[in-house]
């Protein structure tokens, strides 16, 4: 059933939110001393080449990190998130880039732990050889949805959970809202990320609502629901329309980071007249 190889999608559109997101929430974290703990229940190859007949097949990238790099405008939040990606490249050509456990081994202090779960076989492979020997980081090739309640809470009561499904079947958007669920139940105070795509289908259209009934319930300190609409559907009615990410527990900060920095994303990654974004909070 794995079909879904994210290296086909390295540094979309999608990918570029979700980064700047990611980045950012870290930032935060590593603004204090207490060391925390980041938790990807769907962590991918970490990296990916650029240059890979995966890659180059949709060369997805061109409409994502590539329409960013060499903008001497940048608000500040892009700036930093397109350094990190220029720093996996060695400060030359964008030739790889970095999944989200590539911006952890950036932005994480040795005091902080990672947990990264794969169910893929290669792509656990390649993630091992890359992190496998970080200290105090596991690499596990199992279901993400299954394994999160056993890392809950974490030691230092800090930490952040990323769940990034593939969405590649649907009982994943009921698993979803399940696992961000069992995290709050388990560490209330937690920062879970949570991304999905922007698709016509009802259980995509969906989710945000059953996210932020979930976060109302369990949350202590509210959540912030961002997502950036790039294209319109296909006749049919298909196609990836842009994406969201959904933050329980987010930084206090992150609201107006990205309210500095979604227009003009829109403006670089949009793809039709109709290009949008959304952004909403509820803090408590
Ligand atoms: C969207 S990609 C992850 C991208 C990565 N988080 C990043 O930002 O670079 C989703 C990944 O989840 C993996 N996967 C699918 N179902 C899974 C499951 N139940 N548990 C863990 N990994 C899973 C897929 O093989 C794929 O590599």
């Known amino acids: 059933m794995l079909s879904y190889r994210h290296a086909f999608h390295a540094g979309n559109h999608a990918d570029v939110l979700k980064h700047l997101v990611l980045t950012q929430v ?7 001393d207490k060391p925390y703990t980041l938790i990807d229940t769907h962590a991918g190859a970490g990296g990916y080449s650029l240059e890979g ?35 996996f490249n060695g400060g030359g050509n964008l030739e790889q880039y970095p ?50 309640k056993g890392e809950l809470p974490p030691p230092s ?31 209330a105070q937690g920062v879970v990320i949570v991304w999905y795509p922007q698709l016509l289908m009802l259980e995509s259209r969906q989710l945000p609502k059953r996210l932020q009934a979930t976060a109302d319930r369990l949350a202590t300190k509210g959540w912030l629901h961002v997502r950036m609409t790039v294209q319109a559907s296909d006749e049919r009615g298909f196609g990836l329309l842009g994406s969201g990410l959904f933050v329980v527990n987010p930084p206090h900060v992150l609201h107006n980071s990205l309210r500095g920095v979604m227009q003009y994303l829109v403006d670089v990654l949009g793809q039709y007249d109709g290009a949008n974004y959304l952004l909403e909070q509820r803090a408590q």
């Open 157 to 187: 009561r800090r930490g952040v959970v990323l769940i990034d499904p593939s969405y590649e079947i649907k009982s994943d958007y009921g698993r979803t809202v399940g696992a961000l669920r069992e995290a709050l139940t388990r560490f």
């Open 99 to 148: 999944g989200s456990p590539g911006f952890a081994q950036m932005l994480l202090r040795p005091q902080d732990r990672l947990r990264l779960f794969e169910l893929h076989p290669t792509d656990h492979r390649i993630l091992h050889a890359y992190l496998g020997k970080r200290p105090d980081t596991q690499v596990t090739q199992a279901d993400g949805f299954a394994a999160l």
């Open 26 to 32: 870290l930032l935060h974290m590593a603004s204090k």
């Open 53 to 87: 007949r995966y890659a180059q097949k949709k060369a997805e990238y061109k409409h994502g990190i590539a329409r960013l790099l060499g903008r001497h405008d940048l608000p500040r939040p892009l700036r930093d998130y397109v350094a990190w990606v220029q720093q």
